[in-house]
């Protein structure tokens, strides 16, 4: 027993320094998304900020597949040692459970949630040839002719998915799903025609609403957002429960020591800050987060509630 009780001593000093020496060797960023899109971008600046407020190089690593499952679940199996990180996004810390038969991971406890990074809102926006010039006669226009809308998304299961069928919900209005393999070619079909809508992230489509290629009718925000200050609010536009974003967020393996996540969190915030960080991402139409790991994990917590209920209710299912 004194010996037992002698070596627990020794321990503990010992697992304090290591924890305090945190960083000594390089970190892991996994994208769980192909390189180039959102998530792969955000993360690689946000490397370079870190690999300076650390002291050790930050590396990313793009493992897509399975809707983010396969590199989330690659972070969720990795040791809880503070150098393996997920950049991940509402689908495979929220959403994934519940359009997929089956996870390789319990979403619920497999990670130490850090830090919200960026939300991005949706916006609803309608073909420029369109007649319809407000929320309100959009959905007038579906209601009397159910299902001859066509609305566009990145694919079964996408954030783009879900906004319509919460749209559809919120509404009573019937509109046509229509996905396709990624947002890009949603919006080229858009804008010459071939669909009516979409329900967008804003810095995806911003560009074509400032060149007129699109019409946007809302914003499913709280408030007017400063990078289209005339487009109301769905709130405005007589909808005031359709409040919806696509989001990324920072998390680590669970049982990743709290001093460690609180450190990460810290240095996620103070990089957020920075001009070339937040306000690049605020200038292309995102809201940028920061916070603690308890308000992430709150976020978190509420994002999932909200989206069981809208996934269940339209069974939604992934590709």
Same mark, same amino acid.
């Given at each position: 027993?004194?010996?037992? %009780?002698?070596?627990?001593?020794?321990?503990?000093?010992?697992?304090?320094?290591?924890?305090?020496?945190?960083?000594?060797?390089?970190?892991?960023?996994?994208? $769980?998304? $192909?390189?180039?899109?959102?998530?792969?971008?955000?993360?690689?600046?946000?490397?370079?900020?870190?690999?300076?407020?650390?002291?050790? &190089?930050?590396?990313?690593?793009?493992? $897509?597949?399975?809707?983010?499952?396969?590199?989330?679940?690659?972070?969720?199996?990795?040791?809880?040692?503070?150098?393996?990180?997920?950049?991940?996004?509402?689908?495979?810390?929220?959403? /994934?459970?519940?359009?997929?038969?089956?996870?390789?991971?319990?979403?619920?406890?497999?990670?130490?949630?850090?830090?919200?990074?960026?939300?991005? &809102?949706?916006?609803?926006?309608?073909?420029?040839?369109?007649?319809?010039?407000?929320?309100?006669?959009?959905?007038?226009?579906?209601?009397?002719? &159910?299902?001859?809308?066509?609305?566009?998304?990145?694919?079964?299961?996408?954030?783009?998915?879900?906004?319509?069928?919460?749209?559809?919900?919120?509404?009573?209005?019937?509109?046509?799903?229509?996905?396709?393999?990624?947002?890009?070619?949603?919006?080229?079909?858009?804008?010459?025609?071939?669909?009516?809508?979409?329900?967008? /992230?804003?810095?995806?489509?911003? &560009?074509?609403?400032?060149?007129?290629?699109?019409?946007?009718?809302?914003?499913?925000?709280?408030?007017?957002?400063?990078?289209? @200050?005339?487009?109301?609010?769905?709130?405005?536009?007589?909808?005031?429960?359709?409040?919806?974003? %696509?989001?990324?967020?920072?998390?680590? $393996?669970?049982?990743?020591?709290?001093?460690?996540?609180?450190?990460?969190?810290?240095?996620?915030?103070?990089?957020?800050?920075? @001009?070339?960080?937040?306000?690049?991402?605020?200038?292309?139409?995102?809201?940028?987060?920061?916070?603690?790991?308890?308000?992430?994990?709150?976020?978190?917590?509420?994002?999932?509630?909200?989206?069981?209920?809208?996934?269940?209710?339209?069974?939604?299912?992934?590709?």
């Amino acid at each position: 027993m004194l010996r037992r %009780t002698l070596l627990a001593s020794l321990a503990i000093p010992a697992l304090a320094h290591a924890q305090g020496a945190w960083p000594s060797r390089p970190l892991r960023i996994v994208v $769980p998304f $192909p390189p180039g899109g959102l998530a792969d971008l955000l993360a690689r600046p946000l490397a370079v900020r870190l690999q300076t407020a650390l002291g050790q &190089p930050v590396v990313v690593e793009n493992r $897509p597949g399975a809707g983010g499952n396969i590199g989330a679940d690659a972070v969720a199996k990795a040791a809880p040692d503070g150098y393996t990180w997920l950049l991940g996004s509402i689908g495979p810390l929220a959403a /994934n459970q519940f359009l997929f038969a089956s996870m390789p991971y319990d979403t619920r406890t497999a990670f130490a949630p850090t830090a919200l990074l960026v939300n991005t &809102p949706k916006v609803i926006v309608v073909n420029k040839d369109r007649p319809w010039r407000s929320l309100g006669e959009l959905i007038a226009a579906a209601k009397a002719a &159910p299902d001859s809308l066509r609305a566009g998304s990145a694919g079964n299961g996408s954030s783009l998915h879900i906004a319509i069928e919460l749209l559809k919900q919120q509404s009573g209005a019937a509109i046509t799903h229509v996905p396709y393999r990624g947002a890009a070619p949603a919006v080229t079909d858009l804008v010459s025609g071939q669909i009516d809508l979409m329900i967008d /992230n804003l810095p995806n489509i911003l &560009p074509q609403i400032r060149e007129g290629g699109v019409r946007a009718l809302a914003v499913a925000t709280p408030e007017r957002l400063p990078q289209i @200050p005339n487009v109301p609010t769905t709130a405005e536009a007589g909808l005031p429960s359709f409040i919806f974003g %696509t989001w990324f967020g920072l998390a680590a $393996p669970a049982r990743t020591p709290a001093e460690i996540v609180s450190r990460m969190a810290s240095a996620v915030d103070a990089a957020l800050r920075e @001009p070339e960080i937040g306000g690049r991402l605020a200038e292309q139409g995102a809201v940028v987060g920061g916070g603690t790991p308890e308000a992430f994990a709150s976020f978190i917590a509420a994002q999932t509630a909200s989206l069981e209920g809208v996934i269940r209710a339209a069974k939604i299912r992934a590709d």
